[in-house]
């Protein structure tokens, strides 16, 4: 929200409430508010106000039985009153009627001494420009500047162009601590000398040429922002990694791409010791009308970064063309993990000189008149889909920096549905534009403040158990549960799916809707009449929009029930339960032989196969375990033709 709107909307309230500064808790005087169980009991007490120095009253609320009591504030003291009104049958509240005052929405506008030139991001329809024609960076900011994720990541975007200026005083840019610059060798083992500024896919090395396109990308997607200097990025504290490679040929593209494959598949496989965090890659280049089918490895690349939690954000071509029909590359792949861009005006409208497609470009964002940095330290303006995308492409790593822990544990487990989960936040959160509507996927123009809340707010796919297990004797049926929560705010539209379900299982619901913070219970039908004894397997797979899916096993032990009543004064003491480097296993009133335990993983692996030992009597037995990862077991005991005893243990360390 904007300050002059928030101006406009005190005046409009001052008749009701008075400018003044209020205490936290401060109240008027000679006034309190009662609410009454029943208006009968309001009635009464109205009837007799004078009894207890009330001088009036008005109605407040017949509904809920709330009045308004005035009373003479100087010979009556408020809280010897309100003690003697709690006394009367009937009271249910008294209170005092505080002062209420308006609530201003917060906007952080960073001292960066260019940003009132930065209409993108906050604009306040000055200079032939319409209000609110921004993409909401100031509300956003008001959440996050970006910077870390909520796991400690080092946020970082990869400009691929011509080149940049590594000497900027406006960036910050990554460097590679494990490359020694300029010594000739390739300290990390990446498949990459001298990389510490970043690489130089034009000639092999680690030289960064200087590029005026390049640095003025870089400045839109990440200049530093409250540095008071210059411009402010998107993202006010990410890192930017300069890869120069943007143009010539296709395969100095590829060249590009595989570096930043390199860098980022380093990140995930050391667990954050080596490579980079890189959430986004900006593409200002392209092939105009290009023939996708043409260019299969360069959309595979792009599948390949997506698959690692990358999104490639490409600026679609500089010309009043409907891609959808001409085609373009790199904008008209057909790939998920792109989002394709085109160029909006401060007025809000498509760019004259703009791409457009209703199913290739997936929104506009502002790309004319742009402010941002240049080389040698200076500033100035350029117009282009080049200038639109880094906008985009900042957006990226300024939305992940909003999300909490929870997020960004799936992130990292699954990085390819967490891509795909960002650019729908992006894509959704957009603001609709008439001049977009039917010429982009979104029909609208990048709003980071609105993809934000989407995400913070997005519903959250939680169960009671990471496993089913299930176990009955032949030729029955059993039943079971599974709870199934919304940990977020919207509500949670699931599906449920089990891949080649097999006859054996079934559920009483296969969809819901659940509010946040409640939850629904599935029941899971078991039935495994005309089947053999032993374990068998499948898996739940929970899905929703915006959110996680998550994948529940099913385990399902079916066992001959003779065994189980040959003994069936037996019993079985499993402890600890959870364990960690040993679990024991004591057995009582069993009949006297060899004994075998088989223990199992999650998903059905067997992990410590058919261990045997004797009981005579009353006996116990040591499993050692301190090679099992943490986890949920399922053991087996057997007499070698009968299963005994089957359950369930968890181990909690290593």
Avoid at 92 to 106: A, D, G, K, T, Y
Wanted: glycine letters at 8%; charged letters at 20%.
């Amino acid at each position: 929200m904007k300050p002059h709107l928030i101006i406009f909307l005190f005046v409009f309230f001052t008749e009701i409430i008075t400018a003044q500064n209020f205490d936290k808790d401060s109240f008027a005087a000679g006034e309190l508010m009662v609410q009454f169980k029943t208006a009968d009991d309001a009635n009464m007490f109205l009837q007799n106000l004078k009894n207890h120095a009330v001088n009036s009253s008005e109605i407040v609320s017949k509904r809920f039985n709330i009045y308004l009591l005035h009373f003479n504030r100087k010979s009556t003291d408020i809280s010897s009153l309100s003690k003697e009104i709690k006394k009367i049958k009937g009271v249910v509240n008294v209170q005092p009627n505080h002062h209420i005052s308006l609530r201003e929405e917060n906007e952080l506008f960073p001292d960066d001494s260019l940003f009132d030139d930065q209409w993108s991001l906050y604009n306040d329809g000055t200079s032939g420009g319409h209000f609110d024609a921004d993409i909401d960076a100031t509300d956003a900011w008001d959440i996050t500047t970006g910077g870390l994720t909520a796991t400690g990541d080092t946020i970082v975007v990869a400009i691929i162009d011509g080149g940049g200026d590594i000497h900027h005083e406006d960036i910050d840019f990554w460097k590679n601590r494990a490359e020694i610059p300029n010594n000739g060798q390739d300290d990390d083992n990446n498949g990459y000398i001298d990389d510490y500024n970043g690489w130089n896919a034009y000639s092999n090395n680690g030289t960064i040429p200087l590029h005026n396109h390049g640095i003025h990308v870089m400045g839109i997607a990440g200049a530093i922002g409250n540095n008071n200097i210059g411009v402010s990025g998107v993202n006010w504290t990410v890192k930017t990694l300069p890869i120069a490679g943007s143009s010539t040929l296709e395969s100095v593209v590829i060249k590009a791409l595989s570096y930043l494959y390199v860098v980022r598949e380093r990140y995930n496989t050391s667990n954050g010791r080596e490579g980079a965090f890189v959430v986004a890659d900006n593409c200002s280049f392209g092939v105009d009308k290009g023939n996708p089918a043409n260019y299969p490895i360069w959309e595979a690349m792009y599948d390949s970064l997506g698959r690692l939690g990358i999104l490639s954000c490409a600026a679609t071509a500089n010309k009043p063309w409907d891609i959808d029909s001409v085609g373009d590359v790199p904008t008209a792949f057909s790939t998920d993990y792109m989002i394709s861009v085109t160029n909006t005006t401060k007025r809000d409208e498509l760019y004259a000189s703009a791409g457009w497609g209703d199913t290739t470009i997936d929104l506009g964002a502002p790309g004319t008149s742009i402010k941002s940095t240049l080389i040698n330290n200076q500033y100035g303006y350029k117009t282009g889909t080049s200038m639109a995308t880094p906008h985009v492409t900042g957006s990226v790593a300024l939305l992940i920096s909003a999300a909490d822990s929870g997020f960004m544990v799936n992130f990292k487990k699954h990085p390819d549905e967490g891509a795909l989960l960002l650019k729908g936040f992006l894509l959704k959160g957009v603001d609709p534009l008439p001049d977009l509507t039917g010429k982009t996927v979104s029909n609208g123009r990048l709003n980071i403040f609105n993809s934000i809340n989407l995400l913070i707010n997005a519903p959250v796919i939680e169960t009671d158990r990471d496993t089913v297990f299930a176990a009955a004797p032949l030729n029955t049926t059993v039943q079971n549960q599974l709870l199934i929560s919304n940990g977020g705010n919207d509500t949670l539209f699931y599906n449920i799916s089990i891949e080649n379900q097999p006859a054996w299982i079934s559920l009483n619901q296969y969809s819901g809707a659940i509010a946040g913070g409640m939850y629904n219970e599935i029941t899971i039908y078991f039935d495994n009449n005309g089947m053999d004894t032993g374990y068998y397997y499948c898996a739940f797979h929970i899905e929703a929009e915006n959110a996680f899916s998550k994948d529940v096993p099913v385990v399902f032990h079916v066992y001959d029930n003779v065994g189980i009543k040959d003994i069936k004064t037996s019993s079985l003491n499993v402890f600890p339960n959870p364990f960690s480097s040993e679990i024991v296993f004591g057995i009582t009133n069993t009949k006297p032989g060899n004994y075998f335990i088989t223990l199992y993983d999650e998903y059905g692996k067997t992990v410590i196969s058919s261990v045997g030992f004797s009981v005579r009597g009353n006996s116990s037995f040591r499993l050692t375990t301190q090679n099992l990862s943490k986890g949920v077991y399922y053991y087996k005991i057997s007499n070698g033709n009968d299963v005994i005893f089957t359950g369930k243990a968890v181990k909690v360390t290593r």
